[in-house]
């Protein structure tokens, strides 16, 4: 027997992706792609690995980053008189795991989280909030997860910068079909109020909130050329949800869901043509780290 999803209540729904078994597919599959793209390690340099003993993951999604960072860091620095704690925080429960030994709870991160969670993380972890979240609110979702850190705590986010992905290697590709698809994409999501440098938005918000040490790396993916059908495949996996809901969202309440399907189709064709000329689709994710002072 299956149960109806349950959601927290918000008064923001913005979320443009889907959270049915082909999305749970597309995030658990995409999770290696970022983490070799970002440096080949679940945890940042800066973090010691050593001194995390409870780790939230906010926006956790089907909570693939944080089952394979328990088994990292349970194999690799076990504490077996001290079990560490895992906490999945996400606006819905559609595509928490079932079978995981970490807990699990309904948060929207627009709101305070509850006190319980208060001053309980050595290290509070967020990936891809691009299409969730309008731009203009990450500043108050940063304030939100500070009073989850301990002292001396980190913040560690990863997320697209959007902008960077219509940067292209050779101005030949700029006015081909596939890039006209991106620029359209990206073009759309902004207009609805996506950020297009949300690790930006996210480093101010950590020094408005009073952490400190905030950095921001940067990883493009034409750093791998070894990745390049990978990547290649990651934006057309992206851009078939991305570009429904924006046409969907754009049409309102006369959407025309074959039309709009019969339009993406044509989006895809466009990148897969420009795809067959030799195009590889670039960008960049940033990781920011940030920490919370020492009392
Ligand atoms: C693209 S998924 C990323 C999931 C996961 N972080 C990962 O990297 O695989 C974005 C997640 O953000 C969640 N989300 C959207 N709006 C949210 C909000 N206001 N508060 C908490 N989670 C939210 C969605 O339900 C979804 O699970």
Known sequence: MTTAAAQAATEDNYYLLERDSVETKRLDNQHEFIVRICGGSLLHK???QDKIFSVADVATGTGIWLRELKQYLDSTHP??????????????????????????????CLKPFPVEHHGRYDLVHVRLLVAAIKGANFKLIVANLKP????????????????????????????????QTMHYLINAQVALGSSAHVP???????????????????????????????????????????????KMRNAGATANEEVIDKEVEAHVAAVKETYAQGLVIHGAIGVVIAKMPEQ
Do not use: C
């Open 46 to 48: 800066a973090i010691p």
């Open 79 to 108: 504490t077996p008189t001290q079990p560490r704690v895992y906490h999945g925080f996400d606006i819905s429960d559609a595509q928490f795991p079932a079978d995981v030994n970490a807990s699990f709870s309904l948060q929207d």
């Open 148 to 179: 989850l850190l301990k002292p001396g705590g980190y913040l560690q986010w990863e997320d697209l910068d959007m902008g960077s992905f219509l940067t292209t290697s050779d101005p030949k590709w700029d006015s081909t079909p596939g890039m």
């Open 200 to 246: 930006e938005a996210v480093a101010a918000g950590a020094r408005d909130a009073g952490l400190v040490q905030v950095q921001t790396d940067y990883y493009n993916t034409n750093a791998h050329p070894e990745l390049d059908e990978t990547t290649r495949q990651w934006i057309l996996n992206a851009t078939v949800p991305l570009m429904r809901s924006v």
